[in-house]
């Protein structure tokens, strides 16, 4: 299997631009995480879907900020508009077993000006 | 809240010489302690669960224990291609079950010198 896919590998844009970021999950793993990773604040989960379906998103900083998982191998995090303090790695992970661990992708490197 | 304190911040070693990294956490009721290896540029990779106080697991140098406060991470004669970000999580039990979320401490870097 090829992993957890997450691209683009790195993205920067300009402040007030929307923003897209992509995962694709392991086949067969019913379990999709988005994380944040800052020097300041470690990594911070900000919303997990199980079966597609949303379970918690009280991560989610503020409604600038939106997810989807329209089915099974794909999901998408949302920034729109981007502000310099959402400059982060964006790590996608998948699990089929949460309870036993995930799988982290290689992360998304985003950088707002 | 969860809360998870991982010492020290950095260590260095030389080669070959054993040391132990610390996790301290604070959970309402553990669902399971985690420890990943992260390089840099790259995604945490998976190394251990541990679920009751007690339990040891171990890989390669790496030996993993939990009581009902903290974990350590005991590297035993490391080699420099373990130097690497060692993080630390808790997951909680949850109403129903359904709580899966990871909460993870800072890390700790640890760089071993040849």
């Known amino acids: 299997d090829a992993g957890v896919i997450q691209s683009p590998r790195h993205e920067v844009t300009e402040m007030g631009q929307e923003v897209t970021l992509r995962c694709k999950p392991i086949s067969g793993h019913d379990y999709l995480f988005w994380y944040r990773q800052t020097m300041m604040r470690g990594l911070e989960l900000l919303i997990y879907?199980?079966?597609?379906?949303?379970?918690?998103d009280s991560g989610m900083p503020e409604d600038r900020f939106s997810a989807k998982m329209p089915n099974a191998s794909f999901s998408t995090l949302k920034i729109q508009p981007s502000e310099p303090r959402d400059s982060a790695v964006y790590f996608c992970a998948s699990s089929l077993v949460p309870g036993l661990g995930y799988t982290f992708g290689s992360g998304t490197r985003l950088t707002v000006v | 809240e969860d809360q998870v304190t991982q010492s020290p911040e950095a260590l260095r070693l030389q080669e070959g010489e054993s040391s132990s990294l610390n996790c301290s956490y604070t959970?309402?009721?553990?669902?399971?302690l985690f420890w990943y290896r992260q390089d840099p540029g790259k995604g945490p990779e998976f190394l251990f669960t541990?679920?009751?106080a007690g339990e040891e697991k171990e890989k390669e140098r790496l030996k993993a224990t939990l009581t009902k406060k903290e974990s350590f991470l005991h590297i035993t004669a490391p080699k420099p291609e373990d130097s690497a970000t060692y993080l630390c999580a808790v997951q909680a039990t949850g109403s129903g079950g359904s709580n899966y979320k990871l909460t993870f401490g800072k890390g700790t870097l640890l760089t071993v010198n040849p």
């Open positions: 879907f199980n079966n597609n379906v949303p379970i918690d």
């Open positions: 959970v309402s009721g553990l669902r399971g």
């Open positions: 541990l679920y009751s």
